[in-house]
């Protein structure tokens, strides 16, 4: 069988492919980050030295540091070098010095936003779409249906319904907020997942494969843990990858709405927060540099989830398509 060239025969052409494709998309943000920092219309200068006249000597100074005046092929190249280097740049407006810190900072509190929504839609989309998935009545339809009302609403709804409701008047402590944080950004996947996992499971149950499986004496329980419930787990796994685009953006999103705007000293940022922060305030180099992170991140989850998923699901991958 014809195959294109994202999609080859062979496993080690199958993972090259996959990993031009990350590399491509990765260099396709670097380079609108650049263009947009080179060519953007608001100047990181001016947001360094706030609302004063900067003076031509003291743009000059500012830019030739930021390295606005360089060539731009050379600064194209040191800029696409920093990602290839680990060099996270500086932050230049909330926080004079190297970027690395503010993000070590941060990093965790987002990191556990992002594996618990995953590790809360896993627990409890799959085992409700894959019961909804083996009731035709009115209670699987009504489990299917309903999931749409959290796939429709908006993060930023239950956000601050959240807040007004638990935190009227003060500021909870991080334990809280994290908890909340995950709740949020995991109520509309929860939805979406449910929705997928119950139609794929009911799609499977009147495919001809579970009624000969029936027929040759297969008992229901052997049906459903052979045929059944790998379906539903694969159902999620195929749309992990898409998660973590989603994921960007919640948590961006929710991070902004939730307490703890500015956090007391000793306590950091979510990297949603920072990037927020960052860019209302004109540090474009540090928001660039999370859009980057960003990027990586989400290039770097759906790159795993193709080739998990072209390890356990045979028409995915290289396997795909052969006899």
């Known amino acids: 069988m014809h195959r294109d060239a994202l999609h080859p025969t062979g496993p080690w052409r199958y993972l090259a492919a996959r990993i031009a494709v990350a590399a491509l ?61 680990f060099d996270l740049g500086k932050a230049w407006v909330l926080d004079r010095g190297p970027a690395g810190p503010l993000l070590a900072d941060a990093l965790p509190n987002t990191a556990l936003v992002a594996v618990g929504a995953f590790c809360l839609v896993t627990v409890v989309a799959v085992p409700v779409g894959l019961a909804a998935g083996l009731r035709d009545g009115r209670l699987g339809a009504a489990v299917e249906y309903g999931s749409v009302l959290g796939r429709s609403s908006s993060n930023l709804v239950p956000a601050v319904l959240a807040v007004a409701l638990l935190w009227p008047g003060g500021e909870p402590a991080r334990p809280p907020v994290l908890v909340l944080t995950t709740v949020v950004v995991a109520s509309t996947l929860v939805g979406t997942r449910i929705r997928a ?65 500015t956090p007391p000293v000793g306590e950091a ?55």
């Open 197 to 261: 996992v119950s139609r794929a499971v009911r799609e499977a149950r009147h495919d001809g494969h579970v009624d000969a499986a029936r027929a040759k004496g297969i008992s229901r329980s052997a049906v459903f843990w052979r045929h059944l419930a790998p379906v539903a787990l694969l159902t999620h796994l195929r749309r992990v990858a898409d998660d973590a685009a989603y994921l960007v953006g919640a948590v961006v999103v929710v991070e902004a709405v939730l307490p703890r705007a």
């Open 269 to 323: 940022y979510g990297l949603g927060r920072l990037f927020f922060q960052a860019s209302i305030q004109g540090d474009f180099p540090l928001a660039a540099t999370l859009v980057v992170l960003f990027t990586a991140a989400v290039l770097a989850v759906r790159l795993l989830g193709d080739l998990v998923l072209a390890l356990v699901d045979p028409r995915v991958g290289p396997r795909a398509g052969r006899r």
């Open 25 to 85: 998309g990765l260099l396709t943000a670097v380079s609108i980050c650049f263009a947009a920092f080179r060519l953007g219309p608001l100047s990181t200068a001016q947001a360094i030295v706030g609302p004063v006249d900067l003076g031509p000597v003291r743009r000059q100074r500012y830019h030739r540091l930021l390295g606005v005046d360089d060539d731009p092929v050379e600064a194209f190249l040191t800029y696409v070098d920093g990602p290839l280097t």
